[in-house]
């Protein structure tokens, strides 16, 4: 008789035995006494319980296996926790060795010498990684006391420090120095189930500073993971292993000692794996094989095959995902070269234990979008007659092309992009970039962020890039910077109110280009950077006092609100992330002039530029007061990413979990 089998995990069950087959079995292993007088129907439960027996204990061991991977995580993530912090430790340390050796050189004593003493820098002592249960319990046992928590509140603290809880371990590492009071209460977040539970998000993606960066969207990952993994979610990252990728900055690097293989153009390909730990933050990095040799480039982007190269690269990260089990709630993908995930995930793998995970789809810059012949949708194994459709991925001119960035937009269950003001630009024909009806058409799942500042690598009173660190209440170290700058350049020896202002960027805009051009011409004390240089443009933007934009060339418009929170003024167009960011004292509109931040103008006309620049070098000349009050209101703004952005980007997360 033919019998079904089915494997479970290793364990073989067998359907459908009868009263023949026992028979069968009993003359060829005799039964002993005790069974002789058993029917057959009491062998057929037995053997049925048992049969149970082996799927309970078979489920059990997965559930241990699934805790087990759970710890192995968390220890992960705070061992990577322990080791930033250690790394901040010591170059705080190194830091104040080399500031005490300069005081010394300058001839000026230390305590307990015999010149007059002076403060020396003091670092403050970290925690030692090995005692922070310890520490931690005593803490808690501490506002137990004083009555800062109540006794039940003590007692789900201390079960948080038994279980060696990740969280609490974060929490306490970044607050150790805060009173009782302060420490108790992030603490107390983490006992309301509420609060507590966090998302699963995986950021599908092919930039991650300083890992591999070509522009914006390298920041903007490391930064959004970083405020997300602060609030207790669980982020991680897959990217394409770059030649260029650098895995130096990564802790626990290891190459997986196990083949991913994944579809394209009609063959299955091998995949090299790779893992390490950003910042707390779990990267795998995606090495194919494929003879294309599709990421062993010097670039990152603009080859002839990026449509491959990406395609690709999408449905490597989805086998992989599909490989290890895992079931985010959320898979954020970002700009055309991973849009494909979207109709791939739906068409291919949703059905396969994903059916509770949602796609997020974030477009930096809708111009970008990725036209192709539809035929080259089978190579990553999508039906091209089913998508070639006017309601899917066709695109809206070229009739005959299929569009990857409008699939990603129809695709995912949330669209989001770098500003509100820029969401709501891109749904006009003027600056929609052709994709303005298919963003109308799906507007009810259509929203805009305004992108953070990164907090740590543009901070004036933290860089470690400017010449000297200043605050918003402490602005002598400007003026250092300033003053540094000049002679760096070679200025003239002028005094220190004499404007010193920094334009980024060419514009577009004919007229506006115009007027950049002729200052460069006129300008006796100018200087004209045509490279990208990181130290340098730090150093530019500590010593400017005013930022001309007068062209945003990425929506999000950064560059001026990095400028403000410099204490530089910036006069900007007034488009994209500017608008309602920068506000000008002569707006009509602005309630309280005292609250000004920079001079805007909103035409394309170079005269208009000139004007706004006018007005700011008159009130930095004529009306210091009022030049102070505009750099203080612009250093007190937050645009950090652990402010209203995070929260934004986890209200969309919710928004659309378990939808």
Not at 568 to 589: F, Q
Request: with cysteine; proline share 4%.
């Amino acid at each position: 008789m033919a019998r079904k089998v089915t494997q479970v995990s290793g364990l073989e069950i067998c359907d459908g035995i009868d009263k023949s087959d026992l028979e069968g079995l009993q003359e060829a292993f005799p039964m002993k006494e005790k069974w002789s007088g058993s029917s057959a129907s009491d062998v057929i439960k037995l053997f049925n319980d048992t049969q149970q027996n082996m799927l309970y204990l078979n489920k059990q061991r997965l559930n241990a296996i699934e805790e087990v991977q759970k710890t192995r995580r968390d220890n992960d993530f705070l061992i990577a926790r322990v080791a930033q912090l250690e790394a901040e430790y010591q170059a705080s340390a190194g830091e104040c060795e080399v500031l005490n050796k300069k005081l010394k050189a300058l001839g000026v004593g230390l305590p307990g010498e015999d010149s007059e003493a002076v403060p020396v820098v003091e670092v403050k002592k970290q925690p030692n990684p090995f005692s922070v249960w310890g520490e931690l319990l005593l803490r808690v046992d501490s506002m137990a006391m004083t009555g800062q928590i109540t006794l039940s509140q003590a007692t789900g603290l201390r079960n948080l420090v038994r279980k060696r809880d990740a969280q609490a371990a974060d929490v306490y590492l970044s607050m150790c120095e805060k009173d009782d009071r302060e420490l108790s209460s992030k603490l107390l977040h983490l006992l309301d189930p509420n609060k507590r539970r966090g998302i699963h998000v995986i950021h599908i993606c092919t930039e991650m500073a300083p890992i591999a960066q070509a522009g914006s969207l390298a920041t903007y990952i490391t930064s959004l993971c970083s405020a997300l993994r602060k609030k207790g979610h669980l982020v991680e990252v897959i990217l394409p292993k770059y030649a260029s990728a650098d895995l130096s900055c990564l802790s626990n690097v290891k190459e997986i000692n196990s083949d991913l293989y994944s579809y394209f153009g009609g063959e299955w390909h091998k995949n090299k794996i790779w893992t390490g730990v950003f910042n707390g933050v779990a990267v795998t990095l995606i090495e194919p094989k494929h003879p294309s040799g599709f990421f062993e480039r010097e670039f990152l982007y603009d080859y002839d095959d990026d449509f491959e190269r990406f395609t690709y690269f999408c449905r490597a990260a989805l086998e992989h995902l599909l490989k290890l089990g895992k079931q985010p709630n959320i898979l954020h993908i970002h700009n055309w070269q991973t849009a494909a995930i979207a109709p791939l995930f739906w068409d291919l793998y949703a059905k396969q234990g994903l059916q509770n995970t949602r796609i997020m789809f974030t477009c930096h810059d809708f111009k970008y979008q990725c036209l192709q012949d539809p035929t080259k949708l089978s190579l990553c194994g999508l039906n091209p007659q089913d998508l070639h459709r006017p309601d899917r991925l066709q695109d809206n001119f070229e009739m005959g092309l299929v569009n990857l960035l409008k699939g990603g937009i129809i695709y995912s269950n949330k669209v989001t992009t770098v500003s509100p003001l820029y969401a709501h630009d891109v749904l006009s024909k003027d600056h929609g970039h052709g994709i303005d009806t298919t963003l109308t058409s799906q507007k009810y799942k259509f929203i805009g962020i305004l992108n953070g500042i990164e907090g740590f690598t543009w901070n004036p009173s933290t860089d470690r890039l400017i010449y000297s660190r200043y605050s918003r209440r402490d602005l002598s170290g400007k003026l250092a910077c300033k003053e540094e700058l000049r002679r760096q350049l070679q200025f003239p020896d002028l005094d220190g109110s004499t404007p010193l202002f920094v334009f980024v960027g060419a514009s577009k805009i004919p007229r506006i280009q115009v007027v950049l051009e002729d200052l460069q011409r006129e300008s006796k004390n100018g200087h004209f950077a045509v490279n990208y240089n990181e130290t340098l443009a730090h150093q530019i933007m500590a010593a400017s006092d005013i930022l001309v934009c007068p062209c945003v060339s990425e929506p999000s418009g950064q560059w001026p609100l990095i400028a403000m929170h410099y204490g530089t003024v910036p006069v900007s167009r007034e488009i994209y992330g500017v608008r309602g960011s920068v506000l000008d004292s002569d707006d009509s509109s602005l309630g309280n002039p005292a609250e000004a931040t920079g001079y805007t103008f909103c035409s394309r006309q170079g005269s208009d530029l000139a004007k706004s620049l006018s007005r700011a070098i008159d009130r930095m000349k004529n009306d210091p007061e009022g030049w102070h009050q505009l750099v203080q209101n612009g250093m007190a703004t937050d645009y950090s990413w652990d402010g209203k952005c995070v929260e934004s980007y986890e209200a969309a997360y919710w928004s659309i979990c378990g939808s």
